[in-house]
């Protein structure tokens, strides 16, 4: 990912630049996309105590940024695009320009580091962060990582009723490549334990985006939504809901 230049149109800053423009409207807005936010900090929003240091790294238009500095108050995010930092700092957030690999840079300890909703799927081996992550998040810190499942039933479910099979199963391997050329990965939950190895204990697996789809499967009645976030909270920490979520998000603690 590092070794194409930032000005190149291949490079994911100009992808997620594209993007910047839509994507409140076609995730962060969408009801389907709130309510798997709201799964998410669900879960987040207890680990979180006045005063906490947050780093959100992948932190688009920083909504996750205005909602936890609500809770904590010192939140720095990082986004590569210059046009989700610029979109976040409108809204007041304190967004820097950064790729995930330059997160090496900081010296200061926060009491949870976050990546939420895929932006650790663009990195191929989590395990070249791993000492970065160890001495970024102080001891008895919390790591929240919410990446794209290598399986959702939901989109393979979508995609096949259309004939589009090739993206039925585009996430099957472990890796694929947007239409835009973007390259993403999706590790199996026992990969990302592995890649975190020593230093982190995993505390909280569950599901996200189980019965709730993602946004582009279109309309469906606000009514029939909440009722499957509502089923989504009972079986998030199942093994089927953490296998055929949208996302699964994974909760570690700094040893």
């Given at each position: ?27 962060t ?42 809770l ?25 320009v950064?790729?995930i ?63 589009q ?55 469906i ?35």
């Amino acid at each position: 990912m590092s070794s194409v230049p930032l000005s190149s149109p291949d490079h994911p800053a100009a992808y997620f630049d594209r993007l910047a423009a839509r994507y409140d409207e076609v995730w962060t807005n969408s009801e389907a996309g709130r309510l798997q936010r709201d799964a998410v900090w669900r879960h987040l929003d207890p680990l979180i105590a006045r005063g906490d240091r947050i780093l959100d790294i992948g932190c688009g238009t920083g909504e996750d940024a205005v909602h936890f500095a609500g809770l904590a108050g010192q939140v720095l995010a990082l986004d590569v695009s210059p046009e989700m930092v610029r979109v976040a700092r409108g809204r007041g957030v304190n967004a820097r320009v950064l790729p995930i690999e330059g997160i090496h840079m900081f010296a200061i300890a926060f009491d949870m580091v976050l990546s939420n909703f895929g932006g650790l799927n663009c990195i191929r081996d989590l395990s070249t962060l791993r000492e970065t992550l160890a001495r970024l998040v102080r001891p008895r810190g919390f790591l929240a990582i919410c990446l794209m499942n290598r399986f959702c039933l939901w989109e393979s479910m979508y995609y096949s009723v259309r004939g589009q099979f090739k993206k039925a199963v585009r996430r099957w391997g472990g890796e694929a490549t947007t239409s835009e050329g973007l390259s993403l990965f999706y590790p199996s939950s026992k990969q990302v334990r592995h890649a975190l190895l020593p230093g982190f204990d995993l505390v909280t697996d569950v599901g996200v985006g189980i019965l709730v789809p993602p946004s582009f499967v279109g309309v469906i009645p606000s009514e029939l939504l909440r009722s499957m976030a509502s089923m989504d909270a009972r079986i998030d920490a199942s093994r089927i809901g953490r296998m055929i979520g949208d996302h699964r998000l994974l909760i570690f603690r700094r040893s």
